[in-house]
Nanobody
């Protein structure tokens, strides 16, 4: 059974940084395209960033230059480094993965989410 577990969320002031981590178990991580999504209250989940099996990144426009996605296949972990955080980045962040497909919108498996709050 594939499981994704996020960590690293929390509260930070505007301009601050956080690093989210997502550990994957139960699957061959190197064969997964991975992504980070976020969900605002009463809104649909949206893609923030993704990384292919070959570590090619994708970013939605609103986070380009501020967020960085990376993966460590030895640790079965995908990271989302978030910098220059803004109040509008406040959301629940979810990790997702899709096996054996280089999609920029991985969504077959999901974590439970981690809250990120950006406020003065």
């Amino acid at each position: 059974q594939v499981q994704l577990v996020e960590s690293g969320g929390g509260s930070v002031q505007p301009g601050g940084s956080l690093r989210l981590s997502c550990v994957v178990s139960g699957g061959t991580f190197e064969n997964y395209a991975m992504g980070w999504y976020r969900q605002f209250p009463e809104k649909e989940r949206e893609l923030v960033a993704s990384i292919s099996m070959s570590a090619y990144p994708y970013y939605t426009d609103s986070v380009k230059g501020r967020f960085s996605i990376s993966r460590d296949n030895d640790k079965n972990t995908v990271y989302l480094q978030m910098s220059s955080l803004k109040p509008e980045d406040t959301a629940v962040y979810y990790c997702a993965g899709t096996p054996k497909k280089n999609t920029y919108q991985p969504r077959d498996y999901w974590g439970r989410g981690t809250q990120v709050t950006v406020s003065p």
